[in-house]
């Protein structure tokens, strides 16, 4: 029996800072309102016409990961992707970054999971790890969400918040069952999934529909969140994963070195942290510089706490996260 563990991290954001005074210059919305209701400061946007897409992104992020693991490109089983803004409707950006990693052929998945991609990717990681079919999974999650939102007044409530990057991980095979990856704990509930949603383009709303109505007003092709329905799920089932998490290993939230929640809203992060009477040491959050970057939020605010020397071995780290479909999930790791 095999267990997995993280063994290189990697993170790359594009290098076009906004600010929220930068967004107040072109919609209704002011730095004071953003900083309340989110804790955003900043977020970084792709520059339109530069190199940077999902898969492009991915590729810088796990250079650095497998770098730091040790590993060679060639020497990976596997590469899963996290994303819900693909470079292309299909083939999924899998494939993309297998090629641009140089790899002839492994198999490479897309996993549409949202803000909880990156838990589910590193669950799915584990098993295959676990049962002995793989040994080294490359694990990203990366967004360009700056390319399609609705940066008019009428889509401020959403637009404000997203943000651009890529986060990836290298995983591999640990013989000692006290390290790594101890648990994942997987959920979703489809019935809320049109309250986070992007209906057009889909087959639901195919393209030559959205040409043909020719509606100026169209909305159908931003995303579209029913924030305050989100945020009272996300504070419960938050708080519930982490929860089941500590029950299945006999942890207690004392034991908890350090949590990396998805970066949704700082609120949401902080109402856990009551939650479960942690220390401002014992949670990391950095979504005052970049946002919510969906499912590379994790990766990226994992790779910034090793960066920062805040991650160590024998640590006990837990991962949660909820976000669109619904879905949320957690993942509790011995370092
Ligand atoms: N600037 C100024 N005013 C704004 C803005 C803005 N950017 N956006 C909305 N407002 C206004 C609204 O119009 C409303 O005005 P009104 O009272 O005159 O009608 C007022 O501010 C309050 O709006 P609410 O939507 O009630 O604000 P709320 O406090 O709920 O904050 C937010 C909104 C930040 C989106 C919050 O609901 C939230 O964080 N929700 C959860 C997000 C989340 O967790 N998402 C999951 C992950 S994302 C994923 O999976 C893709």
């Not at 919305?29 to 309340?36: A, H, L």
Request: with cysteine; charged share 20%; proline share 4%.
């Amino acid at each position: 029996m095999f267990n997995s563990r993280i063994i290189g991290l990697g993170k790359y954001l594009p290098d076009n800072v906004v600010t929220n005074d930068d967004l107040a210059k072109i919609m209704d919305t002011s730095n004071q309102w953003i900083v309340e209701r989110t804790g955003i400061n900043e977020r970084r946007h792709i520059v339109k016409g530069s190199d940077d897409s999902p898969s492009t992104m991915a590729f810088k992020a796990s250079k650095i990961a497998l770098n730091r693991a040790g590993i060679k490109a060639s020497e990976l089983d596997m590469i899963l992707f996290a994303t819900l803004s693909p470079d292309l409707y299909f083939p999924g950006s899998g494939v993309l970054l297998q090629e641009l990693l140089g790899i002839s052929t492994c198999p490479s998945m897309d996993i549409r999971m949202q803000c909880s991609g990156f838990i589910y990717s590193i669950a799915t990681a584990d098993q295959f790890i676990k049962s002995g079919m793989y040994k080294n999974i490359l694990v990203v999650g990366a967004e360009n969400h700056s390319g399609g939102l609705d940066m008019s007044s009428r889509g401020r409530a959403v637009s404000v918040i997203f943000g651009d990057g890529a986060g990836a991980a290298v995983l591999t095979r640990e013989n000692d069952e006290n390290f790594g990856i101890k648990s994942s704990h997987l959920y979703s509930e489809g019935k809320y999934a049109k309250e986070l949603s992007l209906i057009g383009p889909s087959t639901q709303r195919w393209v030559p529909e959205i040409m043909d109505a020719n509606d100026p007003n169209d909305e159908s092709y931003f995303p579209f969140m029913n924030g305050q329905m989100v945020f009272k799920h996300a504070i419960t089932r938050f708080t519930e994963v982490i929860n089941e998490g500590l029950k299945f290993n006999n942890w207690e939230s004392k034991d908890i070195n350090l949590l990396i929640p998805h970066q949704a809203n700082l609120r949401i992060s902080q109402f856990v942290q009551k939650k479960f009477g942690l220390s401002d040491s014992q949670v990391f959050n950095n979504i005052m510089n970049y946002g919510n970057t969906t499912a590379a939020s994790i990766p990226i605010a994992l790779t910034e706490a090793w960066e920062k020397n805040k991650i160590k071995p024998g640590d006990k780290i837990v991962l949660a996260a909820f976000g669109s479909g619904f879905t949320w999930g957690s993942t509790m790791i011995v370092w």
